[in-house]
């Protein structure tokens, strides 16, 4: 439903940190429920973090809880991960996701790929030891 392109992605050492950045080109994402997945070959999509359309509502995955903050600019033009202390457990492809709430209440979080309308390319993060 909206393009999204992803950047911020590297190879760093365990314990650096990476900000992801999200945006759809010329478009706010002020309708939208905004999440970050991560993949590694051969398991499935999991919900790294979700931010709710409007009231700051936020989840944060056990694994990265304390590491990984979710954030969105305050036009709503641009969904950001902040990523601290980085493992190589952290390694994936790391992508975003928005989903239409327009007409629904806005602030709720959505965890699973499924709920999502909007994907992006994606970007690679990998972490040495």
């Known amino acids: 439903q909206v393009q999204l392109v992803e950047s911020g992605g590297g190879l760093v050492q365990a314990g650096d940190s990476l900000r992801l950045s999200c945006a759809a080109p010329g478009r706010t994402l002020s309708n939208y429920a905004m999440g970050w997945f991560r993949q590694v070959p051969g398991k499935e999509r999991e919900c790294v973090a979700a931010?709710?359309?409007?009231?700051?509502?936020?989840y944060v995955a056990n694994s990265v809880k304390g590491r990984f903050t979710i954030s969105r600019d305050n036009a709503m033009n641009t969904l950001y991960l902040q990523m601290n202390s980085l493992e190589p457990e952290d390694t994936a492809v790391y992508y975003c996701a928005a989903k239409d709430t327009t007409y629904k209440h806005g602030i709720h979080y959505y965890t699973r790929p499924d709920e999502y309308d909007s994907w992006g390319q994606g970007t690679q993060v990998t972490v040495s030891s």
């Open positions: 931010h709710s359309r409007v009231g700051g509502n936020t």
